[in-house]
């Protein structure tokens, strides 16, 4: 054999065994872990604390202190609707904790800390009961029927069977819009006709849901005003025809507020609380020019824990309300 041939023939092998050695050295070496995200602002909430968090950011970045901070800040918390009252409280809360005289860097850490403090509720009930009943209501074009949609989309992701009874036979499309969402997610529905009465509709979905045994039914009811005495007292009775018909029902009652309404919604929410005993407060529109402060309003001065807020328009734009999260969206929210 040619002398050339049995070179060529080494550095082969000798170039096997490397490449052999580097890749057993490869697997060996432990996997690198994957970088860590960078933080993204919540989605929907920056876009709705944009305007308070660009007040904040003006207020608190100049730095110093001295009553000046103090008025501006009070001025740029009524401006967001977050109310007189709750506006009051924050700064008085905010100077027990680092005095009049503190530094704008203290005096926004503080400013922070309670309003996590003040929006932070217990997490909601769990969907224990056989069946468990929300009742949701709430005024004209909150996006209240859209809302009860994306809950059953939540609970039917979960596994649970859930019932729709379409109780606003007030508003022609409403019942359409129900089917609609009970298509789209796989939930049952109960509907009547046109101009039917809503408690009958209500009795008979409390019906279907022990009959067919149902893990949840959500209620819908007829977008109302709430300075209207006898659409309020039919409201009433609704929620009547419920407790009569499922022990201990409704397990929860959800006012559903639009956030660009600013401190009517605080009037709506009480209102309805009185009626009806509302347990939680879901909040829309967060995704378009609304200030957010209502949330305030509303968690300070009646006590209602923040449920869901929703933030854009698809089927999972509902989320769990995050006290932190929202809080950090006022105070670190940048625009795109």
Same mark, same amino acid.
């Given at each position: 054999?040619?002398?050339?041939?049995?070179?060529? =023939?080494?550095?082969?092998?000798?170039?096997?065994?490397?490449?052999?050695?580097?890749?057993?050295?490869?697997?060996?070496?432990?996997?690198? %872990?994957?970088?860590?995200?960078?933080?993204?602002?919540?989605?929907?909430?920056?876009?709705?604390?944009? !305007?308070?968090?660009?007040?904040?950011?003006?207020?608190?970045?100049?730095?110093?202190?001295?009553?000046?901070?103090?008025?501006?800040?009070?001025?740029?918390?009524?401006?967001?609707?977050?109310?007189?009252?709750?506006?009051?409280?924050?700064?008085?809360?905010?100077?027990? !904790?680092?005095?009049?005289?503190?530094?704008?860097?203290?005096?926004?850490?503080?400013?922070?800390?309670?309003?996590?403090?003040?929006?932070?509720?217990?997490?909601?009930?769990? %969907?224990?009961? /056989?069946?468990?009943?929300?009742?949701?209501?709430?005024? $004209?074009?909150?996006?209240?029927?859209?809302?009860?949609?994306?809950?059953?989309?939540?609970?039917?992701? =979960?596994? !649970?069977?859930?019932?729709?009874?379409?109780?606003?036979?007030?508003? =022609?499309? /409403?019942?359409?819009?129900? %089917?609609?969402?009970?298509?789209?997610?796989?939930?049952?529905?109960?509907?009547?006709?046109?101009? %039917?009465?809503?408690?009958?509709?209500?009795?008979?979905?409390?019906?279907?849901?022990?009959?067919?045994?149902?893990?949840?039914?959500?209620?819908?009811?007829?977008?109302?005003?709430?300075?209207?005495?006898?659409?309020?007292?039919?409201?009433?009775?609704?929620?009547?025809?419920?407790?009569?018909?499922?022990?201990?029902?409704?397990?929860?009652?959800?006012?559903?507020?639009?956030?660009?309404?600013?401190? $009517? =919604?605080?009037?709506?929410?009480?209102?309805?609380?009185?009626?009806?005993?509302?347990?939680?407060?879901?909040?829309?529109?967060?995704?378009?020019?609304?200030?957010?402060?209502?949330?305030?309003?509303?968690?300070?001065?009646?006590?209602?824990?923040?449920?869901?807020?929703?933030?854009?328009?698809?089927?999972?734009?509902? !989320?769990?309300?995050?006290?932190?999260?929202?809080?950090? /969206?006022?105070?670190?929210?940048?625009?795109?």
């Amino acid at each position: 054999m040619e002398p050339w041939v049995l070179e060529a =023939a080494g550095a082969a092998a000798l170039a096997a065994a490397l490449g052999a050695l580097l890749l057993w050295r490869r697997r060996r070496r432990p996997p690198e %872990a994957p970088a860590a995200p960078a933080p993204v602002a919540p989605k929907g909430f920056s876009a709705a604390a944009r !305007r308070l968090a660009g007040q904040l950011e003006s207020i608190f970045g100049a730095g110093g202190g001295g009553e000046a901070v103090w008025t501006e800040l009070e001025e740029a918390l009524i401006g967001a609707d977050v109310g007189v009252r709750t506006t009051t409280m924050l700064l008085e809360r905010v100077r027990s !904790r680092v005095g009049v005289s503190a530094a704008s860097a203290a005096i926004k850490d503080a400013l922070r800390a309670e309003i996590t403090a003040l929006l932070a509720s217990p997490p909601p009930p769990e %969907a224990t009961g /056989a069946p468990w009943v929300v009742l949701v209501t709430g005024v $004209n074009g909150v996006g209240k029927t859209t809302t009860i949609g994306k809950l059953a989309a939540r609970h039917r992701a =979960a596994g !649970r069977r859930v019932l729709l009874v379409a109780g606003d036979t007030f508003r =022609a499309a /409403a019942g359409d819009q129900l %089917a609609v969402w009970a298509e789209r997610t796989g939930a049952q529905l109960v509907q009547h006709g046109p101009e %039917a009465q809503p408690s009958a509709v209500v009795f008979d979905g409390m019906k279907a849901a022990l009959a067919r045994g149902v893990d949840v039914v959500l209620v819908d009811t007829a977008g109302r005003l709430h300075t209207r005495t006898p659409l309020m007292e039919e409201l009433r009775k609704v929620r009547r025809v419920i407790a009569r018909e499922v022990p201990d029902a409704p397990h929860e009652v959800l006012l559903v507020l639009d956030a660009t309404t600013g401190q $009517n =919604a605080l009037s709506q929410a009480r209102q309805f609380t009185e009626a009806v005993e509302v347990t939680g407060v879901i909040v829309t529109k967060l995704d378009g020019t609304a200030r957010g402060g209502m949330l305030l309003a509303v968690r300070h001065e009646l006590g209602l824990p923040i449920r869901y807020v929703g933030v854009g328009e698809g089927v999972d734009d509902l !989320r769990p309300f995050d006290a932190a999260e929202f809080t950090a /969206a006022l105070f670190e929210s940048r625009e795109p």
